[in-house]
């Protein structure tokens, strides 16, 4: 601090030289009379300065300035650098505050899309909020976007999702059946059928507590599916509360047997309202065809809600989501017609968003293993011990390693966000870990794997570090 205000009175006082030595002088004549000034008697003539009065003020200032620099130096504290998120932890410091000594971010709002405006992370909100406070804030968002469309689908019997590819119709459906099971406790079991639920599944769009028929294309399993359907409508006495989503749709027609698709369309659309099921029908397009349906079934997609989605190509050609579209059948005219409406989805209406805003109900970790007809099943995390008294497989050692790590990073992203100001997810700290493990460089997994450039590899620097303490504890 003193260097700064010796900088400042040094210049003050460059200033005020300047101005004495450069300023221009003016002679000042005078005589005791105009008579005597006219003969030239009696007159005296002298020089004096043109700024008199910024020589004064300069002065002044050159005098305030030497006694400020002179006093008021002994400052004790060394002032920190505050970010949006708290105060910056100084190089060769602490790695990182406590979270007693660093309180967290305070946030407030009253629906998800309040805190996505704040860029508060879901994993922040999971560990500040408990499950049904965050029930309500998910419920609130849905209601106030766009007339609550999205809510209102909630126990919309049937649903037709189509679109372009890279339209993000499955993600859409993935959303809607995770809203399902949170906002409808009644929901009991959410059924998929899909012939690439296995690749689905690995990228976190379905869930791993989801019951998935049909991946690796075992059209067989697929059949099965849609009997095990009929038959819950034909045995139902009373509500089933079954969540359904059936993808990929418009590949079913010439690969399932034509006995069990036939009646499609008229089994969904007549029984899922009277049995409760909710279903969710996701194909590229709304052809008869295309759904499997027949002769005189044509007004049949007029009894569900259709949502198109959009999607466009980037500049070297890969199909991307534009978040945009329009639903059609949830209000009809004076004539009974279904209305259409522009609609967009909100950037949060994703199921890797909702993974992380309710942790403790889903997680991405999950196996799929081949079954003997080449269909899939989904190894639960929760169920991985073995019988008593019976070692462990491989396997069942890999998957109780895996929850350990998913649960140890799914805990640190909050601390690094409330301590560092760090905002990393799930899959980069596991990414991150993974790299570790591969003796991958420091610098290369701050960078390219947590994002911290620039300014802020420091931050990038201590988050490894605590990733690092946090992996080592839970290996152990």
Request: hydrophobic fraction near 45%; glycine fraction near 8%.
């Amino acid at each position: 601090m003193f260097q700064v205000k010796a900088t400042i009175t040094g210049c003050i006082g460059a200033i005020s030289l300047v101005v004495v030595l450069f300023s221009p002088a003016r002679e000042v004549t005078s005589a005791d009379s105009l008579v005597g000034f006219a003969g030239g008697e009696n007159v005296v003539v002298r020089t004096e300065q043109s700024n008199k009065g910024l020589l004064a003020l300069l002065l002044v200032a050159t005098v305030g300035a030497v006694a400020w620099t002179l006093t008021g130096n002994e400052e004790g504290e060394v002032s920190v650098p505050i970010s949006a998120s708290g105060p910056v932890v100084a190089s060769g410091r602490s790695h990182l505050l406590s979270r007693q000594q660093a309180a967290p971010q305070t946030i407030a709002g009253e629906t998800l899309a309040d805190f996505w405006a704040q860029d508060v992370p879901f994993s922040l909100l999971a560990a500040q909020f408990d499950l049904e406070t965050r029930r309500a804030l998910f419920k609130n968002a849905l209601a106030v976007h766009e007339g609550g469309w999205i809510l209102r689908l909630l126990r919309w019997p049937v649903l037709l999702v189509i679109g372009r590819p890279g339209s993000a119709k499955s993600s859409f459906a993935a959303a809607l059946g995770i809203t399902r099971e949170i906002l409808n406790p009644d929901i009991r079991l959410t059924v998929v059928t899909d012939p690439n639920a296995h690749l689905k599944l690995s990228k976190g769009v379905w869930q791993p507590s989801w019951q998935l028929k049909g991946a690796r294309d075992n059209w067989g399993e697929i059949g099965g599916a849609i009997a095990d359907m009929y038959r819950r409508f034909a045995d139902s006495v009373a509500a089933n509360n079954v969540s359904s989503i059936y993808d990929e749709v418009t590949t079913y027609k010439d690969n399932v047997n034509a006995d069990q698709l036939g009646g499609f369309l008229s089994q969904v659309t007549s029984k899922a309202r009277a049995c409760a099921e909710f279903i969710t029908i996701v194909a590229h397009n709304d052809t008869l065809k295309a759904l499997g349906g027949g002769a005189g079934e044509a007004r049949l997609k007029d009894d569900m809600a259709q949502l198109n989605l959009g999607s466009k190509a980037t500049a070297i050609g890969e199909m991307v989501p534009t978040g945009k579209g329009a639903i059609e059948g949830l209000d009809v005219d004076e004539k009974n017609n279904p209305i259409s409406q522009p609609v967009t989805l909100p950037r949060w209406f994703d199921p890797e968003f909702l993974r992380l805003l309710f942790p403790e109900l889903y997680t991405r970790s999950a196996a799929v293993n081949p079954s003997v007809n080449a269909g899939s099943k989904t190894v639960s995390l929760t169920h991985s011990e073995p019988p008593a008294n019976r070692p462990l497989t491989d396997e069942q050692n890999r998957l109780t390693a895996r929850a350990a790590r998913t649960t140890a990073a799914v805990q640190l992203v909050p601390n690094l966000y409330a301590d560092l100001g760090v905002l990393v997810d799930v899959s980069a700290i596991l990414t991150a870990a993974e790299a570790l493990s591969e003796d991958r460089s420091d610098s290369y997994i701050i960078k390219e794997i947590l994002g911290c450039k620039g300014v802020n590899y420091n931050k990038g620097k201590d988050a490894l570090s605590l990733i690092k303490q946090t992996f080592t504890n839970a290996e152990d």
